[in-house]
């Protein structure tokens, strides 16, 4: 029988899967098909809470999001980018005991049920706003470019040692190049800038995949359509969470399964706010499913947010398993 991780890889690789895959949730009785893992000391100054990140930027979470982080408002360690090189300090990785962290972070993961995915880090342009703030670290990237491209030069050294020992170590199923680079609305930059200050760095990373010959994963929110074909240039072919302010339906009749959609899920209409209903959503799961899934290239991925203890969140996490294991499981039967 075809497990959960070979179905999603035949998604991937533009193929017709038995069942709609789910990105990184699992259902009762079924394991995970993905899994997202970077190497453990990225995280280690990290917490429910908040914490830090291997750079020094502090993050704050709220209970009522489900613990999701930004940094903490006003504590922004960069104020200048032209000294960057007094306040950015890659750590010394050359301690680590890379096989016993690969052995340790993979325990969680049946490797033969689900796939990992290579999640590294959050990316050039999202680190540098989570440094300076959007404010200053826009305005760096329009007056003071080359300071920024110098930045981005010397975190992509460090990046790539780490990308070389995970892919040595972890042998991942999956790379995953993650920036967020656009709002609700449109693209905090141009797709000109995007190409000349942040693309090469994401195709050196990409790099990894394409030599290891495994599919790789492009994660941007808001409406960022406009870097689609930049991301094909270096190889992706899946995209998350492929949110709804984009022409999803257009992308896909263009692309076809060249670019497997992973979400396509309205986390911020009426299914996610407080009140909305089980028919609502058990409704929302179904036309999401038939809009996106027919002739492959859907990766189902419903997102809610909430206090893990509030029965509401609860129950519209319990109606959309529900509603997916009932329909999407058995979609390519019917």
């Known amino acids: 029988m075809l497990t959960e991780k070979q179905n999603y890889l035949m998604t ?19 394991a995970p098909a993905t899994a997202w893992m970077a190497p453990g000391f990225l995280n280690e100054k990290r917490t429910p809470e908040g914490g830090f990140d291997i ?18 408002p006003g504590q922004f360690i960069l104020d200048d980018i032209r000294k960057w090189r007094d306040v950015i300090k890659a ?26 995915s290579a999640a590294i880090h959050v990316g050039y342009f999202q680190q540098l706003m989570n440094f300076m703030g959007f404010t200053e670290g826009l305005c760096a ?18 990046y790539m040692e780490v990308c070389s020992k995970f892919r040595d170590y972890y042998k991942p199923d999956v790379w995953s190049i993650t920036d967020d680079t656009a709002t609700a609305n449109n693209p905090f930059i141009s797709v000109e800038m995007y190409r000349e200050m942040v ?14 010959g495994i599919p790789i994963d492009m994660h941007n929110c808001g409406r960022c359509e406009d870097f689609i074909d930049d991301w094909l240039d270096f190889g992706v072919c899946c995209w998350n969470p492929a949110q709804v302010m984009n022409d999803l ?32 959503v058990r409704e929302q ?14 990766v189902f991925w419903a997102s809610t947010y909430g206090a893990p203890d509030d029965q509401a969140f609860l129950n519209k996490c319990r109606w959309i398993t529900e509603e997916y294991d009932a329909y999407g499981r058995t979609f390519y039967k019917k």
């Open 249 to 280: 339906e257009g992308i896909k009749k263009k692309y076809g399964n060249r670019l497997v959609l992973e979400g396509c899920w309205d986390s911020s209409g009426p299914v996610g706010w407080p009140d909305a209903t089980e028919e609502m």
């Open 199 to 212: 693309k090469p760095f994401h195709a050196r990373e990409a790099s990894f995949g394409r030599e290891m």
């Open 12 to 30: 991937l690789a533009g193929e017709v899967p038995e069942w709609v895959p789910r990105n990184l949730y699992a259902s009762p009785g079924h």
């Open 91 to 116: 750590p010394d990785i050359s301690h680590i005991d890379w096989e016993r962290m690969a052995k340790k972070d993979l325990e969680r993961v049946d490797r033969e049920q689900t796939a990992v």
């Open 285 to 298: 799961v179904r036309k999401c499913i038939d809009t996106f899934a027919p002739g492959g290239g859907f």
């Open 141 to 158: 990237m329009i007056e003071e470019p080359d300071e920024v491209m110098e930045l981005f030069e010397y975190m992509n050294k460090f």
């Open 55 to 72: 750079w020094g930027v502090e993050y704050v979470t709220t209970k009522e999001t489900g613990y999701m982080a930004l940094p903490k």
